[in-house]
């Protein structure tokens, strides 16, 4: 990519996120969520229907998302694990496949100790997919799955589970902040809270071309990628819900494709594929050929005929407050001065 490719690249971004951050704050909601579920509903029936011939797996990042949310269970130490756990947005299963693969290291139960999970998600057929379908390992958790929209009152009582698991379905969430305190209400006291949510430059290079497309061929900008939340809101979404010891990383995971085409329909097919209630009702084919052209044209990986799709990963860890847990001392309790646990020396002048 030219040193002016990339610069009007940044500006295209920078303009696009801003338009996407001014759009989120003007409606009360980003999402038509009914659509949504129409769109997932529709992506597990094509996986029933044509998995026998497809060459590929759909759910190939769903699946690795969701083990790099599993291993940071491994990195908790509990004596008990965490015995009765809830899957928020379960999908078909990714969450509960990843626990089954191995044993804990507590000596019970899949990973994290995890002996009992129940798996939540408002896609009754993408929850029910693989119902039938088993693997090894499944003896190590017990499972059961309800239907249930993730951005109600979930229907458990206060205090239920030691663990709450979601990877990579809180971005299709429109009120984010009610689903946090919903959760801190489920959970146990020392209970946790674990997920994996999209970041806001996850298919930024899809999102630029698309823009520079509807430019050229219609004259106007329409929301196709997001809006996506962004790395610095998460720990102040985990503190405002009353989660203590937040632990926030990123991650980019890096895709190939050969063209723009074949990226839209894996989105498609997953269920990823545009549900903002801003979205136009008709995107031309023009629009659709001339974005493939440019994404070719600006976002091809060096040295191959593949073009390069990133996602960007949030993960984060939030506490239910609990006596056992450190915390720091109120002010003014302090019993030493700085000055006498560290030896200052006045630089010579």
């Not at 929301?223 to 937040?246: I, K, M, N, W, Y």
Request: aromatic residues 8%; contains cysteine.
């Amino acid at each position: 990519m030219s040193q002016s490719t990339r610069s009007l690249y940044r500006v295209v971004f920078a303009a696009t996120r801003k338009c996407h951050l001014s759009s989120e704050a003007s409606v009360t909601y980003a999402f038509d969520r009914s659509f949504k579920q129409l769109q997932r509903d529709n992506a597990a029936r094509a996986v029933q229907k044509w998995s026998h011939h497809d060459a590929i797996s759909y759910d190939y990042l769903r699946e690795e998302i969701a083990r790099r949310l599993v291993d940071r269970l491994d990195d908790i130490r509990r004596d008990e694990g965490f015995s009765l756990a809830l899957d928020l947005g379960s999908g078909p299963g990714y969450v509960y496949r990843a626990i089954c693969a191995d044993d804990s290291l507590q000596g019970a139960g899949g990973m994290g100790g995890v002996r009992k999970l129940v798996q939540v998600d408002s896609s009754v057929e993408m929850l029910h997919r693989d119902v039938d379908i088993s693997f090894e390992g499944s003896h190590r958790c017990d499972t059961y799955r309800l239907h249930a929209d993730e951005e109600s009152k979930l229907p458990f009582p206060d205090g239920t589970f030691d663990l709450v698991i979601s990877s990579a379905s809180l971005h299709w969430i429109n009120d984010l902040p009610s689903t946090f305190a919903e959760v801190r209400r489920v959970l146990k006291p020392d209970g946790c809270f674990m997920f994996s949510i999209i970041g806001g430059t996850t298919l930024s290079e899809l999102r630029a071309a698309m823009v520079l497309a509807e430019l050229e061929r219609d004259g106007g900008v329409s929301t196709h990628v997001g809006p996506f939340v962004e790395l610095s809101d998460v720990g102040a979404l985990l503190q405002r819900a009353g989660f203590a010891l937040p632990t926030i990383d990123t991650d980019t995971i890096h895709l190939a494709f050969p063209h723009a085409g074949v990226l839209m329909e894996h989105l498609q097919r997953m269920g990823e594929n545009n549900a903002g209630i801003k979205r136009r009702d008709r995107t031309s084919l023009d629009t659709f050929l001339a974005t493939a052209c440019l994404y070719d044209q600006l976002f091809s990986v060096e040295g191959s005929d593949e073009i390069e799709a990133s996602v960007q990963v949030i993960y984060a860890i939030g506490w239910t407050p609990h006596e056992s847990q450190q915390r720091p001392l109120e002010r003014g309790t302090a019993t030493h001065k700085m000055t006498d646990m560290v030896d200052i020396t006045k630089a010579s002048t």
